[in-house]
């Protein structure tokens, strides 16, 4: 399918992707790779790594894989700063590690829902905190006045409840909470902006054939509003305009609000473009909002 956004739209700029070895986290990998980016994932898997960077490398995106786990902070560290190393700046770190499994909450045990929660959860904050120094205005490439920007892979379980997720929904619930209070402290502080992408059942990944046997997902699209799965395309693009320049144009909200006021208020942050900070963009067809029909 062809991209809405122009090519060299991140041009320039360094991806770190969690779980950007397979899945939706793969097609992230690819498609900020094929607008610019220089790619890094972190995974668990040689393998998965190994073909995924070489998927990247055939289509000439400069890319490296890097073993690790979310969930160790010396692994965080050693990824963070490995990718700098290659690539010499971050610019966009995207969180996209993730565990899950369906199990009644009370046959889940403690550990299984520790896990969970410490890879989707705790990686997630894990991540984004060893990387500050990187992404942060002033850092390694970086102007003195603009830093980079994070998106948190979440989910709309949450939203509601979900059967048989209570680990899953838990974790992604935090994961929304920190993609806003990082949003809220570093936006103000460090010029990066945080934001998530929660999608709905996207055809061909391991959260719908692990989640949602085809008799589930058959039913199921009835009741999506636009009556079909999503594509891991649709992430991505998501994922594109997060992770680009694109946004409101600040000399509009300048006029609009009144930039000079904000200026002398102590608001130099809401001067810029780029203007989208701490929402999580539900990309799910409008399924989170729909009830099956009676
Ligand atoms: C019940 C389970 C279980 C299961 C593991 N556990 N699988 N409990 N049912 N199916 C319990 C174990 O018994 C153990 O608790 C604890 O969880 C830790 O299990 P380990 O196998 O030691 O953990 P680990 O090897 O670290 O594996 C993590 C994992 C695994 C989450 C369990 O499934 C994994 O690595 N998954 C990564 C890939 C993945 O799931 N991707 C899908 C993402 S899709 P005890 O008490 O026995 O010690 C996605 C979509 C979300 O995230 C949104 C959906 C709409």
Redesign the pocket.
Same mark, same amino acid.
């Given at each position: 399918m062809e991209s809405p956004f122009k090519g060299d739209v991140l041009k320039g700029k360094v991806a770190l992707l969690t779980g950007g070895g397979s899945g939706i986290g793969f097609e992230l990998s690819l498609q900020l790779g094929k607008h610019g980016a220089s790619i890094a994932i972190m995974g668990r898997r040689r393998n998965v790594l190994d073909s995924a960077v070489a998927s990247l490398h055939s289509l000439g995106i400069p890319a490296i894989g890097f073993e690790g786990d979310v969930r160790k902070r010396e692994d965080a560290v050693r990824v963070l700063e490995s990718t700098v190393k290659q690539f010499g700046r971050l610019d966009i770190l995207v969180n996209a590690a *993730?565990? !899950?499994?369906l199990?009644p909450a009370e046959?889940?045990?403690p !550990?299984?829902f520790r896990?969970?929660i410490e890879?989707d959860a705790v990686g997630t904050f894990m991540m984004c905190h060893e990387a500050l120094k990187y992404l942060k205005k002033g850092g390694p490439g970086k102007e003195p006045s603009s830093g980079g920007t994070i998106i948190n892979i979440s *989910?709309t379980?949450h939203y509601t409840a979900s059967w048989y997720q209570i680990h899953?929904s838990a974790a992604k619930a935090a994961v929304d909470s920190i993609t806003r209070s990082l949003a809220l402290e570093w936006g103000t502080d460090y010029d990066i902006r945080v934001n998530g992408i929660a999608p709905g059942p996207i055809g061909d990944t *391991?959260?719908v054939s692990?989640?949602a046997p085809e008799e589930v997902m058959s039913k199921e699209r009835q009741n999506v509003p636009l009556f079909k799965l999503g594509e891991k395309w649709d992430i991505a693009m998501a994922a594109i305009y997060l992770a680009s320049d694109a946004g409101t144009e600040n000399s509009m909200v300048v006029d609009i609000i009144g930039g000079q006021a904000l200026k002398a208020a102590g608001f130099p942050n809401l001067l810029r473009g780029k203007y989208v900070n701490g929402t999580t963009l539900v990309v799910d067809g409008g399924l989170w909002l729909s009830k099956p029909r009676s």
């Open positions: *993730a565990g !899950n499994f199990v046959d889940l045990s !550990n299984g896990t969970v890879i *989910a379980l899953v *391991a959260g692990k989640l």
